[in-house]
């Protein structure tokens, strides 16, 4: 290890190299993370601060956590970055937003931490421009949870930058986020590293028996060894050496200072900033000097310099809570009114509801405004923390509770719902009034129902929706409803939970889009299709308006877009979607980008630009990737169906093997669209009826199930199992007429027309379709014309529309359907070519969406800023894919992919 006096180390080497191949490697461009693991005191700061020492050249930023402190928002980030904040004038306005926002620079909307990472990564591999960047943060377990989760997702991104990052912490599971970097694990000097620390810390040596004493009760831990040597007398070791032995020589150490440098120490210990101006403005108001600075860092526990730190963590935690009570409340007072309310209104609170014990309602107020500014920062666990205290500080029982609640609110946006169900617990022991109660009850089954997602948890929170008034719970009834949709576990329930909406919550004037949506829901349930029709094109007319607004929120859009499937408005659906897609990725919301790009997967699916829509797929999943979150696979099962990717279907379904309950509606379409493609139309209709039948009995089905179940009906001649949807077809087309619509409806007619007039019902589908953005329909209103023309013995016909199937299916990538016009030509002696091989297919998922982004016309920062990563992270994953390609420049990527 490090001898305090010379800077020697003397121990370690190998672990040195270990950060030193990471530093290496990051100096040539290729980043790297780890986490230094290992007991207190054993070493992890002084590695880390040794292997910065030999870093020439290198810009170093540090942090640390403080146990105290670890609620406060992005405050161990803001450590880090703070000596680079200017670097960031050249970053793309959301991420330079992002950063002012999380550190009070400038208000702003309230940043997600995937877009908060992706600025402070930015903002690092700027700096790394210039020279390489060293990021060293100790003590992860106690930093607060914002920080965390921003540097796990900068640490996963680093491998194009000049950029090394080391962690020190306990243990991995005090970690969260940062437990698959590499692992470097710390244990105990050897006995010869120990004397060889020794001999540097007592240089005038010890007897052979206190050595021997000092070696065996440190155990190799060498911040024992340290303060072992420096407390041994002629008699040996004072005190008892066992457990928790290094803090107690602090507190031994601590408590022989004298008073005022205990002071010093004790303020210092409060303000962990390491804030040296604030530091002297409150040992003034204490009548403390620069004397009794001088004093404390003469007392080795106090390092003073540009910012003041303590030698070792353990240090200040020890001199913290050796500090009587009173005296600690009298340190937070100094710092408060030390603290300037207009540069850090936050910190100032935060002292000064350290700094009293009982009830005070201007200190609870002032809190309570600083969780609404940590709200603005993104800072959820601060939030709460904020009102908690304020809740402990609160006069009168009832605000108390309701603080309580509020708290809650924020522990569970934080992602802690057993904290948020511990809040209202102590809420409702207050005895809170009728409002609150009903509040706290609807809150607990919130919790629970995040928790679970489950149909009891959906049915309990709308049972305690039911105490609130309905104006305060218009969006959790949607909610529930919207979850039901999928998972119906007996018939009818979703038609009561209808009923008993439609009965509770009266309609808004004017309505807002959102209970538009609710209402067009109720009424979509309850009500024939012509009936429901007006009130649900209403809603979807009312979000298209919604979107094109300078203001607009993209919550609830693709609701919005499913209902414009129904009424079969193909422009409505892709505008909404695409504007919801836009929106969200402007405003960082990073909960629902993934769930819109999945459905715009689904909207490019339905118009047949397959391409897309895999593009759109490969981005939610980089999504997911980013935040952690699960990955739903079923606009990848309907791509993949259409697309007759037989292969990918089956691992997709596998993965819905463990999904409990009611198979998805959405599993059984997609079957009948992938055997309707292979020609298999007994398994199409097969798994097409269960979803009617499940429709019946109350599922929500999309309304897109009707057009393959008549198809597959009329091939295998049971007409009558085609006729609900058929007529069902035809009353969406009289009351919403358009060319999806209307094609559709005359496509039906074709197929199950028996005599030769089928053949206007197919020629007039085929116009219909031609002058839309159908073109997967079009393209089957043709192959089906196709194969009814060979049936009825007009082959010359029926080659030409066969042909034209083919071409058009196979460009739109509908292998299976294609296959299908291919055997059909086969059968009339026209044999179709083998498609050419595919120069794309030899690339990643990722690599395919960067190639096809490019070719759009994206640049780097765009690209880089879709998939989380930086731009020279592009840049060098771009010189890989051209030499894949064998091409050298974006015009010859652009040409390829056309």
């Not at 155990?219 to 407390?231: Q, T, Y």
């Not at 303590?310 to 408060?336: E, K, M, N």
């Not at 009965?503 to 004037?509: D, F, L, Y």
């Not at 952690?628 to 691992?651: H, I, K, P, Y």
Request: proline share 5%.
């Amino acid at each position: 290890m490090t001898d305090i006096r010379s800077g020697l180390f003397v121990a370690r080497e190998a672990e040195l190299g270990e950060i030193a191949s990471v530093t290496a490697a990051a100096a040539r461009g290729r980043g790297g993370a780890m986490l230094v693991l290992g007991d207190a005191g054993i070493g992890k700061s002084t590695l880390i601060g040794a292997a910065a020492s030999r870093l020439d050249g290198w810009r170093v930023l540090r942090a640390g956590g403080v146990e105290f402190e670890s609620e406060l928002p992005y405050s161990a980030l803001h450590q880090l970055c703070a000596p680079v904040l200017d670097h960031r004038a050249g970053l793309p306005v959301p991420q330079r937003s992002a950063l002012d926002a999380v550190f009070g620079l400038r208000a702003g909307a309230t940043p997600t931490p995937m877009l908060v990472g992706l600025a402070v990564l930015g903002l690092l591999s700027a700096v790394g421009r210039r020279r390489p960047v060293f990021c060293a943060v100790d003590d992860v377990q106690w930093i607060d949870a914002g920080s965390r989760q921003v540097l796990a997702f900068v640490a996963a991104r680093v491998a194009a930058e000049r950029v090394a990052m080391v962690f020190a912490g306990r243990d991995a599971a005090s970690v969260s986020g940062l437990g698959r970097l590499p692992v470097l694990t710390l244990t105990g000097l050897t006995d010869s590293e120990s004397l060889t620390l020794l001999r540097y810390q007592a240089p005038f040596g010890h007897e052979a028996t206190i050595v021997q004493r000092i070696l065996a009760e440190a155990a190799g831990n060498p911040l024992a060894l340290v303060e072992f040597a420096r407390d041994a007398g002629p008699f040996g070791l004072p005190g008892d050496a066992g457990h928790r032995a290094v803090e107690h020589r602090f507190v031994s150490r601590f408590l022989r200072l004298p008073a005022p440098t205990r002071s010093v120490l004790a303020l210092a210990a409060a303000e962990p900033t390491g804030d040296l101006v604030l530091l002297r403005r409150a040992m003034a108001i204490q009548g403390l000097d620069a004397v009794d600075l001088a004093a404390a860092e003469d007392s080795g526990l106090l390092v003073t310099g540009s910012r003041v730190y303590f030698r070792h963590p353990l240090a200040r935690s020890t001199v913290y809570l050796s500090t009587g009570a009173g005296a600690r409340r009298q340190a937070h007072a100094s710092l408060a009114a030390g603290t300037d309310a207009d540069v850090d209104p936050d910190r100032r609170a935060w002292h000064q509801a350290n700094a009293i014990t009982g009830p005070d309602e201007e200190t609870a107020a002032e809190l309570e405004r600083s969780a609404g500014r940590a709200q603005r920062r993104g800072g959820l666990a601060a939030m709460a923390a904020f009102l908690e205290r304020a809740a402990r500080l609160t006069p009168g029982r009832s605000r108390q509770a309701r603080r309580l609640l509020a708290a809650a609110r924020a522990r569970l946006g934080s992602g802690a719902p057993s904290a948020a169900r511990e809040l209202v617990d102590e809420a409702e022991r207050l005895h809170p009034d009728p409002a609150d109660r009903h509040a706290a009850r609807l809150l607990r089954a919130t919790i629970d129902y995040h928790v679970a997602r489950s149909i009891p948890a959906t049915i309990a929170l709308i049972d305690a929706a039911d105490g609130v008034g309905p104006d305060e719970v218009r969006e959790t009834y949607l909610e529930a409803f919207a979850s039901l949709m999928f998972s119906v576990d007996e018939p009818g329930r979703l038609r009561r939970l209808a009923l008993h909406i439609r009965e509770r919550v009266p309609q808004r004037q004017p309505p807002r889009p959102v209970d538009l949506l609710l209402q067009a829901l109720v009424e979509q349930h309850l009500r024939p299709v012509d009936e429901a029709m007006p009130m649900m094109r209403r809603t979807v007319d009312a979000f298209r308006d919604h979107a094109r607004t300078p203001d607009a929120d993209p919550w609830w859009m693709e609701r919005a877009c499913v209902l414009s499937v129904d009424i079969g408005d193909s422009d409505a659906m892709e505008q909404i979607v695409d504007r919801q897609v836009e929106l969200a990725r402007a405003q960082g919301a990073y909960a629902i980008l993934p769930h819109a790009l999945r459905f715009q997967a689904v909207a490019r699916t339905i118009v047949g630009r397959f391409a897309d829509a895999l593009v759109c797929i490969i981005e939610a999943r980089a999504v997911d990737e980013a935040a952690g979150t699960s990955n739903l696979v079923g606009s990848d099962l309907m791509l993949a169906a259409w697309s007759g990717d037989v292969e990918r279907f089956r691992e997709i379904r596998e993965k819905l093997r463990d999904w409990v309950g009611v198979k998805p509606t959405a599993l059984h379409y997609s079957i009948g669209v992938l055997c309707n493609g292979s020609g298999d139309h007994e398994a199409a209709i097969d798994a097409l009826l269960l979803v009617r039948d499940q429709h019946r009995r109350g599922a929500y089905a999309a309304s897109v199930f009707h057009h393959e179940l008549v198809e597959a009906a009329a091939y295998v001649g049971r007409p009558e199992e085609a006729k609900e949807s058929a007529e069902w077809i035809g009353d969406v087309a009289r009351v919403n007429p358009n060319a999806w619509t209307t094609g559709a409806h005359l496509l039906a007619s074709a197929l199950l027309d028996p005599g030769l007039g089928a053949q206007d019902h197919y020629r007039a589908a085929i116009s219909r379709f031609a002058g839309s953005r159908m073109r997967v329909h079009y393209a089957r209103a043709r192959l089906l014309y196709g194969q009814w023309l060979r049936r009825v013995g007009r082959r010359a016909e029926a080659r030409v529309e066969l042909r034209a199937a083919h071409e058009l299916l196979s460009t739109i990538g509908a292998r299976g359907f294609a296959g299908r016009a291919a055997r059909e030509l086969d059968a009339i002696g026209e044999p179709t070519l083998a498609d050419d091989a595919d120069p794309l297919a030899g690339l990643t998922a990722r690599e395919l969406l960067v190639a096809r982004k490019v070719a759009s016309g994206a640049g780097t920062r765009e690209v880089a800023a879709l998939l989380f990563v930086s731009p020279r992270t592009i840049d060098a994953h771009l010189r890989n894919r051209y030499r894949k390609l064998g091409i050298t420049s974006r015009r010859q990527l652009r040409e390829l992919l056309r």
